[in-house]
Every structure is written in C-alpha cells, then in structure tokens.
C-alpha cells in the first residue's frame, strides 16, 4: 500500500517508520528541506539501533530506509492511498492541509488526521469527500506505543472507520474508536493528571523530579508527568490543553497553566531544544 505521511517532525517521522517496517511506500512530506534531512538522520539512526540489536539485518534496514521517499510536495501525494496528517496543532493549518488533500487525491484515498485534541469533524468541514476523513492519533514515540485513537467525525462513514481499524491492526497497533470530542479519550483524561502536577509545581510542594519519582516508584507510571511533558514537547502539551480548556467552553478543570505557557514562551519546549523541565543539552 502506498501511504503518505505529512509533517516530518519526530511524531511524522515516528508514524512512517512503523509503516515502512510493515511493508508499506512511504511519501513523508514536508515543505522544510532541513527538517526532512533531520528526519532522515533520523530515521538512520533508530534502524542502525535496530541492526546493532539484532532485530533486522542489514539488508532489511536497507529495504526499511529506501521505502521511505522524502517530497516538498503535496501534488506528489495524488496517488496515496492514505494519507496521514503530523503537522503542528493549529486548525488553519489542519483545514487548508485537508482541503488540498480532498483535490488532489483519489476520492478512494483515506485522508487521516493525527490531531491529539482538534475536531475531525471541523477539520472536514468543507472538504470533499468528508465522509473519508478520520482522526488516527498516534502516541510519542510512534514506534514504540501500541495504543491508537480511530475517530469519526460527524460524517464519517462507518466503513472508513471499519478500513482505519484494520489498519491499524494492520500496523501492529491496538486501535480503540471513539466520536469526536475535545482530547477525545487520552488526552480529556490527561489534562487534570498533567494540570494537577503543575499546580503542585507551582504551589512548591515538590520539584518535578519529586513528583515524577512518586508517579513512577509508587504509581508504576513507567514516566512521570515532567518527563513526559519534556518527550512530548511542552508547547505540544500546552497547545492541547488550550485547545481541549476552549472546547469545553472554559472549564475550570482543563484550564491551562501559565508555568507551561512562560516555558513555551521562553523556548524550553523539552527534549527537542535541549531543555524544558529537565537538561538535556548534555
């Protein structure tokens, strides 16, 4: 199957690969040459981990690797059969991504969203052939987590949820399906875990580090919240909880906290620039 996937960050680079170890042609687009080629080093580097441990050889890293065709452009797309959305959480960007994608594909093509908290349904709205278009919300790291969020927009047909599903399972993933909703299931129930933890902060009750060894030593959490929010990307975390607090009308319980909103603003945004809650430039 030829699968496209837009966006080439660590989430969309994260999406091809677990589609190119299952056998899949993999387009990754992205505008930005440079962070393609940073996708491609990437990429380089989880499969030489890979051969080094003895899961693949090296003719299947190679095989991996040149599945993978890197474009700028989103013409080149026209003959995917699915195509799946990792850009950042902005809606503008989603709806115009979307609406190109509904001229330019087959009108057989599944046009997928990764969204963490944006309505599928306001996403399609517009398109053509709005009934093709899902969310498939992938977790950090793709590769490694087994769980997927399917969701149907409103319109949404039932057997493009029934395609989404398989292939998920397909991909060796655990697809649960849920109806559109802010944060969907993950994310509505993670606001207040995330949330709760920065009010702690902020109250100086504990330090991150604190509250992360009892989330993981006591808790069994196999990350705590810090650590998590650092592996994600602060200004991910952030822009989800805005978006999920503004979809539920200004709920008090998702309302977003100004700790993360100063870290993004300062660009300490986690692992990817080297620090956020913990250092990393070492």
Known sequence: MLVSVIGAGTMGSGIALVCAR????????????????????FLQKILNRDVEKGRISESEKEKIYQSILPTQSMEQLADCEIVIEAVPERLDLKKKIFQDLSNICSEKAL???????????????????????LGLHFFN????????????????????????????????????????????????????????????????????????????????????????????????????????????????????????QRMVQAGRLGRKTGGGFYDYSK
């Open 111 to 133: 046009l997928l969203s990764n969204t963490s908290s944006i309505s599928i349904t306001e996403i399609a709205a517009g398109c053509k052939g709005e009934e093709r278009i």
């Open 141 to 260: 790291p793709a590769p490694v987590m087994p769980l997927v969020e399917v969701i149907r927009g409103m319109k949404s047909s039932e057997e493009n949820v029934q395609k989404v599903v398989q292939f998920a399972k397909d991909l060796g993933k655990v697809p649960v399906t849920c109806n559109d909703s802010p944060g969907f299931i993950v994310n509505r129930i993670a606001r207040p875990y995330y949330n709760e933890s920065l009010n702690i902060l902020g109250s100086r009750i504990a330090t991150p580090k604190q509250i992360d060894e009892i989330m993981t030593k006591a808790g069994g959490f196999r990350m705590g919240p810090f650590a998590l929010q650092d592996l994600i990307g602060i200004d991910i975390n952030f822009a989800t909880t805005e978006s999920v607090y503004t979809n539920f009308f200004h709920e008090g319980r998702f309302k977003p906290s100004r700790i993360q």
């Open 22 to 41: 299952k056998g899949h042609q993999v387009k990754l687009m992205d505008t930005n040459q440079s962070v393609l080629e940073k996708a491609q080093s």
